[in-house]
């Protein structure tokens, strides 16, 4: 009788384990930069790519007033470096002077303005 109960006991132990250690990963702070990109240019922008170290992302198009959120995954602290072409055929690369780096999960919201004009929203970091 006591050693099967101490059989289930070391089960029970076991799968406790099991349950804290899940719950510890579920709860793992997201790591990667979520960038919000809005397109303010009067007219769509295309060819639409970002740079940063570890990593680059691109997406075809973004429609005038449109938004646009990915996730960057930098394996080293970074800016982002963005190119696009302008409704008009002219091509910009701009740096988005934004700092990413692996272990710091944050927001970032950028307003593209003709012109390769970016306003800068907020860069806060996201809550764990």
């Known amino acids: 009788m006591i050693l099967g109960?101490?059989?289930?006991?070391?089960?029970?132990?076991?799968?406790?384990?099991?349950?804290?250690?899940?719950?510890?990963?579920?709860?793992?702070?997201?790591?990667?930069?979520?960038?919000?990109?809005?397109n303010r240019t009067g007219g769509a922008i295309s060819d639409v790519h970002w740079e940063y170290s570890g990593g680059s992302h691109t997406v075809?198009?973004?429609?005038?007033?449109?938004?646009?959120?990915?996730?960057?995954?930098?394996?080293?602290?970074?800016s982002l470096v963005m190119t696009y072409v302008e409704s008009d055929g002219s091509r910009q690369r701009v740096d988005m002077n934004v700092y990413m780096e692996p272990s710091l999960g944050t927001t970032v919201r950028l307003t593209v303005l003709p012109g390769a004009r970016i306003i800068k929203g907020s860069e806060k970091p996201r809550p764990p």
């Open 60 to 78: 075809g198009r973004i429609e005038d007033g449109a938004s646009y959120e990915w996730a960057a995954q930098p394996s080293a602290p970074s």
């Open 5 to 38: 109960s101490c059989a289930r006991s070391r089960e029970c132990s076991c799968i406790l384990m099991l349950l804290v250690f899940v719950s510890i990963l579920g709860c793992a702070p997201d790591e990667s930069t979520s960038v919000d990109v809005i």
